[in-house]
């Protein structure tokens, strides 16, 4: 997608927020009144017209609550989100337009069709938030959360400002009738303009896990729901978060309702309910985008915290509210922060959650999000039936706002790097899924463009990280600007030099500050071992930022107080490496045994002599295969028609490695036989041994990713990935000659 698609479909994203917030706020303004008198015309008390509004939110969003994080994962296991958003709009839609027919004393047809309306609007919330991840990208998700909140302000406020004309301009006879219609005009608009979001965004790609092809989408979607459920209760950080969610989103939402029907049971006139919400959408615009900016300046809890405080005050001040203008100072000191602290909200549990499985975590934020309005309603319904004054209602709600703060304050989102899309298989699932359950979240940027570096990276970005060449997509970064990208962040470079190895790169010359090998590969040269190393440069300033990097420059407890930066500085700028080893090696066991190391040293001896020649038969093979009828293309640095042959040039002198890729004609099928048919070839997921080795990385190594990933990495489904051995190349070549053969038979 490029930068104008993607802004088209942020834009898109956010007006759906303009859609919806026509029902929101229209509720309070229309809905509530009208509800109030139904009840109150069947000859009911007001304060217990106002508890029973309470328990039929409670209904509803029970309801909302079951529903949301089951579809979820129906929707994240068939690809679906959007059309479960079409189905709730669709269904809000029609419970909104149906409240057109209440009549004064129907009390339960006014609940009926509202749990209608709230269900479809609660429901489409939650693959609406799940798109959330997919669209905006990490570095400007609170800045587009908060927009989509201002714009939802502008839109409910217009339609607000239509219907507040309607039924003040509309003689007293018709006022009812007015008001009505207003359900009408809700339906229209959140229908016409959820278009743009429809038409739009795409549909965000399916993950299927290793054994759910072919099973029942039920049966895995509760699989999957139970999984997604552990998860959240297993890390501290997302099962803290919705805690805390859960209660201080219990004030916001309770107190903006239950201080709209409480002022129509004190008195105050309709006229002056949806003004005051008329109000509370313009002024909430600026203040939706300031939170924006403020997240962007001291951080998103932090912003947060401010706005709970001003709902705690707002709690208290609702006690005394018992006149017209005190409903207006309220509603004002609202529209302040609700727009804001509940943007942020969203935009924080977004960054918490992996992408693939975003459905099913914002089921469970819209679980937190709905027994939120369910608790704090039936609080404000109890409260109201035993004391007999709703004004102590809207104060006890303050305890949710105290809970809330006490929890977000030892919730912390884990710490982030930013990553070369250009990744071998198993890293990019190291990268996206097993350090993600540790709390680390990777960024991915396009190596060709090291200017979106900058634009992913925040003050818990800890590093850079690149293949020195990708594989299997065979693209050469330029390591210089990448380098100087990164440090001009304040940022490491690390680099996995594995497929070039030091015979043909030392990325260190070119601003590396850490190098990782798979020693299994091209360095020992024969796949008998499984090893790896991690060169540091000793070139990166930790001391330079103490705050940032405490592993080595703040005193480690496991070492008496050691401070490994001060006590290693007279040997050299070793703190990094010597941290590894005394941590990360004796904590994981992550050590070579002997006779790896032994195998390894054999191996290395003849590096000097196995790569040039490995580089020649690499370039001697891409030349024929360039030729043969039977293929489409070829990908190969050393190539003069590479788009990254200039740069294979700058930096490869000495050879572009031994990573080859082709698509063959006929695709998948002539592929798979291709690769059956090989002889001399052995069919391996291994590189850099002396042996030539083929695969199919779309079936093999990179299957666990979806295929806008493998996009990204380079990796189509008709290449086929070849590691060329040592071999004399014309038998390599008489062996692929005879499989491309019977490929197309």
């Given at each position: 997608m490029d930068e104008k698609q993607h802004k088209r479909a942020i834009w898109a994203w956010t007006f759906y927020d303009w859609a919806n917030s026509a029902f929101a706020t229209t509720i309070m303004a229309a809905v509530l009144p009208v509800y109030y008198a139904s009840v109150a015309g069947a000859t009911l008390p007001g304060n217990l017209a106002t508890v029973y509004w309470a328990y039929t939110t409670s209904i509803s969003l029970l309801i909302a609550a079951v529903l949301s994080p089951i579809l979820g994962a129906v929707a994240d296991f068939t690809g679906g989100k959007k059309r479960f958003l079409t189905i709730f709009?669709?269904?809000?839609?029609?419970?909104?337009?149906?409240?057109?027919?209440?009549?004064?004393?129907?009390?339960?047809?006014?609940?009926?069709?509202?749990?209608?309306?709230?269900?479809?609007?609660?429901?489409?919330?939650?693959?609406?938030?799940?798109?959330l991840p997919h669209v905006a990208r990490p570095d400007e998700i609170d800045q587009v959360s908060s927009r989509g909140y201002a714009i939802g302000y502008l839109g409910g406020g217009l339609l607000l400002a239509i219907n507040l004309a309607m039924i003040m301009l509309a003689p007293p006879e018709l006022t009812g009738l007015m008001t009505r219609l207003s359900f009408l005009s809700v339906a229209l608009w959140w229908f016409v303009f959820s278009i743009p979001l429809l038409r739009i965004v795409q549909e965000p790609p399916r993950r299927i896990q290793a054994g759910e092809q072919g099973l029942n989408p039920v049966r895995v979607s509760f699989q999957r729901l139970a999984h997604t459920f552990r998860e959240i209760t297993r890390f501290r950080d997302l099962f803290l978060f919705l805690v805390a969610f859960w209660f201080y989103n219990d004030g916001i939402g309770t107190i903006i309702k239950m201080a709209t029907i409480y002022g129509a049971e004190i008195g105050i006139g309709q006229t002056t309910l949806i003004g005051t919400l008329l109000m509370v959408q313009f002024v909430g615009i600026p203040f939706a985008f300031l939170f924006g900016w403020l997240a962007k300046r001291i951080g998103t809890k932090t912003s947060i915290y401010i706005s709970l405080l001003v709902y705690t005050g707002i709690a208290i001040a609702g006690f005394f509210m018992s006149q017209e203008w005190h409903f207006w100072a309220l509603g004002f000191a609202v529209a302040t922060v609700q727009g804001g602290s509940q943007a942020l909200s969203r935009s924080l549990f977004g960054r918490m959650v992996p992408r693939s499985k975003s459905a099913e975590f914002f089921g469970f934020f819209s679980v937190s999000e709905k027994f939120a309005g369910i608790a704090g309603p039936f609080v404000f319904g109890v409260v109201g039936q035993i004391v007999g004054q709703s004004r102590l209602s809207i104060v006890s709600l303050i305890i949710f706002f105290i809970i809330g703060a006490a929890l977000l304050t030892i919730v912390h989102s884990g710490q982030n790097f930013v990553s070369a899309?250009?990744?071998?298989?198993?890293?990019w699932t190291l990268f996206t899924q097993t350090l993600s359950k540790l709390g680390i979240e990777v960024r991915f940027f396009d190596p060709a463009h090291p200017d979106q570096i900058e634009r992913l990276v925040d003050d818990k970005t800890r590093c850079v990280y690149i293949e020195s060449i990708g594989n299997p997509k065979n693209d050469v970064p330029d390591f210089r600007r990448l380098a100087d990208a990164a440090h001009r962040l304040g940022l490491p470079l690390i680099v996995d030099n594995t497929v070039m190895t030091p015979a043909l790169l030392r990325p260190i010359e070119h601003g590396a500050d850490v190098v990782v090998y798979s020693t299994t590969k091209y360095l020992g040269g024969h796949g008998v071992h499984v090893g790896g190393a991690v060169v540091d440069a000793g070139t990166f300033p930790w001391a330079k930022d103490p705050q940032k990097w405490p592993e080595f420059c703040a005193p480690d407890p496991a070492y008496h107080g050691l401070v490994f930066e001060e006590a290693l500085r007279p040997i050299g700028n070793i703190a990094y490496v010597i941290h590894i080893r005394t941590h990360w090696l004796r904590d994981t066991g992550a050590c070579m045994s002997p006779f790896a190391a032994f195998l390894f040293l054999l191996g290395i001896e003849t590096l000097h002599l196995r790569m040039p020649r490995h580089c020649e038969n690499a370039l001697a093979l891409a030349c024929w295969l360039k030729d043969q009828p039977r293929v489409a293309w070829v990908n190969y640095p050393g190539l003069c028609d590479h788009p990254d042959h200039a740069l294979a040039e700058k930096y490869l002198p000495s050879g572009a490695?031994?990573?080859?890729?082709?698509?063959?004609?006929?695709?998948?099928?002539?592929?798979?036989?291709?690769?059956?048919?090989?002889?001399?070839?052995?069919?391996?997921?291994?590189?850099?041994?002396?042996?030539?080795?083929?695969?199919?990385?779309?079936?093999?190594t990179h299957s666990q990713l979806v295929a806008d990933e493998q996009?990204?990495?380079?990796?189509?489904?008709?290449?086929?990935?070849?590691?060329i051995g040592i071999e004399d190349v014309g038998d390599i070549i008489a062996d692929l000659d005879q499989a491309l053969a019977a490929s197309q038979r």
């Open positions: 709009m669709l269904l809000g839609v029609a419970g909104t337009a149906l409240l057109y027919f209440v009549r004064t004393g129907d009390w339960l047809m006014a609940s009926i069709f509202f749990i209608l309306g709230d269900v479809g609007f609660a429901g489409s919330l939650v693959f609406y938030d799940a798109l899309t250009s990744l071998y298989g198993g890293t490695g031994a990573i080859l890729g082709f698509g063959i004609k006929g695709g998948r099928a002539a592929g798979e036989r291709f690769i059956n048919a090989v002889k001399l070839c052995s069919h391996l997921a291994n590189i850099g041994d002396a042996k030539t080795l083929i695969i199919h990385p779309a079936s093999t996009q990204a990495t380079g990796v189509t489904p008709e290449y086929v990935r070849l590691s």
